[in-house]
Structures are given as structure tokens and as C-alpha cells.
């Protein structure tokens, strides 16, 4: 287990390394085939046990007395930088399930659009009502154990952690949370896009740490952060409370509601700026608000949210308004954009979505 959590670890650095030493965006082929790469570096003979959340009656005759167990791998001292366990964990194989580790060997499977799993404040867990056990702690100063969910595109899911905080996490998101928290502070990773709405307790802080050069402190609030790799820059936006962004060479912002930071590659944090923070979170209600937004942005977000490519003149780039429903399929949403829009777009043989001004 050593040896393949430090197998993973190398491949983690070394593509790290690339990106930020040529900063580039890669396409969702190129994506997948980086990503295949490196699970199939990390790969290991002992087999993975999967399972898998069908139906309602598959979920019906679990409840009746069929239960999980799990044995937490994935620990570490209070101190430690949950940045350095996220390259640590192991990554499972791209799918089109929504997927949550609860050790390194074990992972469950969803195969529907959307997942609801709550964190108890003694330890159970359930995924859409279905009560999965594990092993809880033994020791009350034993090292944390952390979780890890993993969204693909066009799906969602809702997570309640063991204090009660709510996240909303979106399509092509992954987050890492422990099963309970300790007795300092309260610590998790989002990589990807997430909506939150924190409890409150003042004596014990809540931080998200991101892939994107920042971490956001907060007592008790609700934010969206979104750090989409394909963005080329990170957005904070505040719903309610107040939020402290900490970023490097000590840089630091305190947020009011219904403001936005920007952070770009580098880690740079922009102008505070004041927007509506309802345009920002209505992909929790399935709703993609647009505001004179640019064709070009709402397509990049399309292109994330449901895991494809889409190629586009960028010449051709009007300003749009209006709600797009995420739960639509996306030829259905591109044909109904073509009655506002003079553009026609067909799906080559790749599956790469092409579009071009009438």
C-alpha cells in the first residue's frame, strides 16, 4: 500500500510540474488520456472493491440488513497540510458514476444524476437514505481519516459533512473532507466548482483549501468557489457572512455578501467587485443564470459542466442573457440557443461538439 500511495504521489508531482511549468490548458481528450495515465502509473495488484447504488430496489434490500463495511485508509496528523494528503490519495478511473472513496481500496459507485450522502456527527454515513457502516475511531487523538467524492459531468451532489455544513458540488468537482473533524478546526479541499453553507461555530474555523494558490477561512457563511483548471482563474463569490481569502506572499481579502475575487494562475487576487451572488449559485437548482454574458464563456461552461469539447470561431461571440436548465441534454440546450443565435453546430467523429456562425 506504501509503495502505491507513493507511486501515486510521484505521478501527481510530475504532472503538477508540467502545468505550471507551461501553463496551458489541455483539451478534455487530452484530459482523459493524462488522467488514464496516471491511474494506470499508480495501478496495483490487489483487486478494488466496488459498489455500486442502482435502483430503488437495489437501495430497498441493501437497508433490509445488507451493510458495507470499511476500513479508513487514508490518515493523517491534524497538523498536516491536507493539500499534501490530496496528492497523496489514490484516483480512481475515470467514469460517468458519481464516485465516493471512503478508503483507498473501497469506493462506491452511483449511476444517477445527482447523490445525496450525509455525514453524522458519530460517524454514519448515508448515500441516497441507504445507511453505509464503517469503522469508526477507536482513539480520540487518532490521526484523521479523509473522504473523497468525485462528481463527472452533467452530474451533482449534495453533501452534509459531520458538523452540518452543506455542499453543493458541481459537474467535474472533487472534494476531500474528513469523516470527522477535530477538535481545532474544520478543513477541506474543492477542486472544481462547490457551493457551501456553512454551520457556525466560532471556535472552530472552517477552511477550504483549493488547487488554485488560495484558501478561504470562514466562521459560518455560504459561498461559491469555483477553480475550474479550464478557466485559467478562480472566482470566490459570497452569498452571506464573511469570508476571509488567504492567498500567498500573505495576501489577504474579507468579503461582504454579494461581492467577487478573482484569483488568476499565478495566485494573484483581484478587485473586489459587487455582483449578484444569485447568478453565481443557481447551478445548485439546475439553473445556469446568464447576464450579457459572452457566447463564448457560456459555452466553456457547457463544455465543463458536461464533460466535452466544443469548438467554436471565437470571432463569433455575442453578449446572451437569460436561464439555461442544466437538466436538459446539451443538443437539447445548443438547439434551443439557435433560436436567439445564427450559428449551426454538428459532432464529428471524436464526439467533439463544433460550432459555426451561419
Not at 489577504?252 to 499565478?266: E, F, G, R, Y
Amino acid at each position: 500500500m506504501k509503495k502505491h500511495n507513493n507511486n501515486i504521489f510521484s505521478s501527481f508531482k510530475n504532472l503538477i510540474h508540467f502545468f505550471k511549468k507551461n501553463e496551458i490548458v489541455t483539451s478534455a481528450e487530452e484530459k482523459k488520456r493524462l488522467w488514464n495515465t496516471v491511474v494506470q502509473t499508480a495501478t496495483y495488484n490487489n483487486r478494488r472493491k466496488k459498489y455500486r447504488i442502482y435502483t430503488a430496489v437495489a437501495t430497498a434490500a441493501a437497508l433490509s440488513g445488507a451493510f458495507l463495511w470499511f476500513e479508513i485508509a487514508h490518515t493523517v496528523q491534524n497538523e498536516d497540510k491536507l493539500n499534501t494528503v490530496v496528492a497523496q490519495m489514490s484516483v480512481p478511473k475515470q467514469s460517468s458514476d458519481i464516485i465516493i472513496m471512503v478508503s483507498d481500496s473501497n469506493e462506491i459507485h452511483i449511476d444517477k444524476d445527482t447523490a445525496v450522502v450525509n455525514y453524522s456527527g458519530s460517524g454514519e454515513i448515508t448515500i441516497n437514505n441507504q445507511a453505509i457502516a464503517t469503522k469508526k475511531p477507536t482513539r480520540k487523538k487518532e490521526p484523521i481519516s479523509y473522504n473523497q467524492i468525485i462528481v463527472p459531468g452533467g452530474k451533482r451532489t449534495m453533501l452534509t459533512l459531520s458538523d452540518s455544513t452543506k455542499i453543493w458540488i458541481n459537474a467535474g468537482s472533487r472534494v476531500i473532507f474528513p469523516q470527522q473533524f477535530d477538535e481545532k478546526q474544520r478543513k477541506i479541499y474543492v477542486e472544481g466548482e462547490a457551493y457551501l453553507e456553512v454551520a457556525k461555530n466560532a471556535q472552530k474555523p472552517f477552511i477550504v483549501e483549493t488547487p488554485a494558490k488560495f484558501d478561504i477561512r470562514v466562521l459560518g457563511t455560504s459561498f461559491n468557489v469555483c477553480t475550474y483548471s479550464e478557466l485559467n482563474y478562480a472566482t470566490v463569490v459570497l452569498a452571506e457572512g464573511k469570508i476571509e481569502l488567504q492567498g500567498e506572499n500573505k495576501q489577504q481579502k474579507v468579503m461582504a455578501p454579494n461581492q467577487l475575487v478573482q484569483i488568476d494562475v499565478t495566485g494573484a487576487m483581484g478587485e473586489i467587485i459587487e455582483v449578484d451572488a444569485h447568478e453565481y449559485t443557481s447551478w445548485t437548482k439546475g439553473l445556469l443564470v446568464l447576464n450579457s454574458q459572452p457566447f463564448t464563456e457560456v459555452l466553456k461552461r457547457l463544455e465543463i459542466y458536461f464533460g466535452v469539447s466544443i469548438k467554436t470561431d471565437e470571432k463569433f461571440n455575442p453578449k446572451i442573457s437569460g436561464e439555461l436548465e442544466l437538466k436538459d441534454q446539451l443538443e437539447d440546450i445548443l438547439t434551443g440557443l439557435q433560436n436567439i443565435l445564427p450559428y449551426h453546430y454538428s459532432v464529428n467523429e471524436k464526439g467533439v461538439y463544433e460550432i459555426s456562425p451561419n
